[in-house]
């Protein structure tokens, strides 16, 4: 794939987490090539010497675009760090401080530091992470001493363009990659955020909220002061189904209940699974009674009228809901309990009804 095919296939698809990363990875590469080039003329004519080193560097980077190509990320990462630390030693001990290839260290401390937020794409020991970003800092200090407090470093003197314009260039350069980083790492953290958000709100095996979720929901409209109607909706005779056919066909029907549920939520409905085969309805607070009783009973009538084919068995189930109204000003377990009454009587006088 060609380079700006690569681009926009990753551009396309990222909000995958490792095409983003992916992406970044490439531009960045991207990003050194062109400043390879730009070196490599301006070098030509001003010091043979780095004009050398930054070709063979441009060499080494090429090399890296293609592990990269072939899936070696970490080797790829490695060699980029590796090459970027001696080019920035050689271009300030050959051309001076005050052209400021010193600067790219800010940069690559914190690229360093990448495996932490990405430990699934790059597995670097820790251990390694930190004599990388220690042997950095010092470095910084012996460029320094060597240029400013010695006389082992002469420079060059320019004649395209001034030492204040290259240093400039690589300010840049270490600023935009510092940057990237910390847009990088506040975004990785947010999605993580998300991930743990997620895992902690949402029912493993029906992907839909969980309890704790659905608590959660409640207790915001609570604190709106919203009142709305919801739904316990309960599988009629559901351990039969796990006695008579296994748990794991108990599984697969609680998640064709939710799957049905999660189409509710296209109506500004919330569900989610209370516990064991018992669903939490909630209703948007701007739908009246009618419309969600209604959207409740096509949930029933779709069951009564389907078999569900399970390991070439056709299963029968139906289901039974108690609807009750939710008061802001009474506790979340009150207003629990009166859907939940009402499910009791659902199933008292035969079940497969909606009672509310």
């Not at 820790?126 to 400013?148: E, M, P, Q």
């Not at 039974?320 to 009402?342: L, M, Q, T, V, Y």
């Amino acid at each position: 794939m060609n380079p700006i095919s690569r681009i926009i296939y990753l551009w396309k698809n990222k909000k995958i987490r490792e095409k983003k990363m992916s992406l970044m990875i490439y531009i960045c590469l991207y990003i050194i090539l062109l400043v390879d080039f730009f070196y490599g003329y301006f070098f030509y004519f001003e010091s043979k010497t780095m004009f050398i080193v930054d070709m063979v560097c441009l060499a080494i980077n090429i090399f890296v675009y293609v592990l990269y190509e072939l899936n070696k990320k970490k080797e790829g990462i490695m060699l980029l760090i590796s090459e970027l630390f001696v080019f920035l030693i050689l271009g300030t001990l050959l051309t001076g401080w005050n052209y400021g290839f010193q600067q790219y260290i800010y940069g690559m401390i914190c690229v360093i530091f990448l495996p932490f937020y990405v430990p699934d794409d790059f597995k670097v020991n820790k251990h390694i992470i930190f004599a990388f970003g220690f042997s950095f800092i010092i470095t910084y200090y012996v460029l320094d001493y060597i240029c400013n407090y010695t006389s082992l470093v002469t420079g060059i003197e320019s004649t395209i363009l001034t030492a204040k314009t290259i240093y400039a260039v690589n300010s840049m350069i270490s600023i935009c990659a510092v940057s990237a980083f910390c847009g990088i790492a506040t975004k990785l953290s947010t999605e993580d955020k998300k991930k743990l958000r997620r895992k902690a709100d949402y029912d493993e095996l029906t992907k839909i909220y969980n309890r704790y979720g659905l608590h959660e929901l409640l207790e915001e409209l609570k604190n709106d002061k919203k009142s709305t109607n919801i739904a316990i909706i309960d599988i009629d005779f559901f351990k039969k189904v796990n006695d008579n056919y296994g748990h794991n066909v108990g599984d697969y029907v609680l998640k064709i209940i939710a799957s049905k549920l999660k189409e509710l939520t296209s109506h500004s409905i919330s569900v989610g699974r209370w516990g064991g085969e018992e669903f939490l309805v909630i209703a948007d607070p701007s739908m009246n009674k009618g419309e969600f009783r209604n959207y409740l009973e096509e949930l029933r009538l779709y069951f009564e009228k389907k078999y569900l084919k399970v390991d070439n068995k056709r299963i029968k189930i139906t289901v039974s809901g108690g609807i009750g109204k939710f008061n802001p000003r009474a506790s979340i377990e009150s207003n629990i309990k009166g859907a939940d009454d009402n499910l009791y009587k659902a199933k008292e006088t035969g079940r497969n009804k909606i009672v509310g």
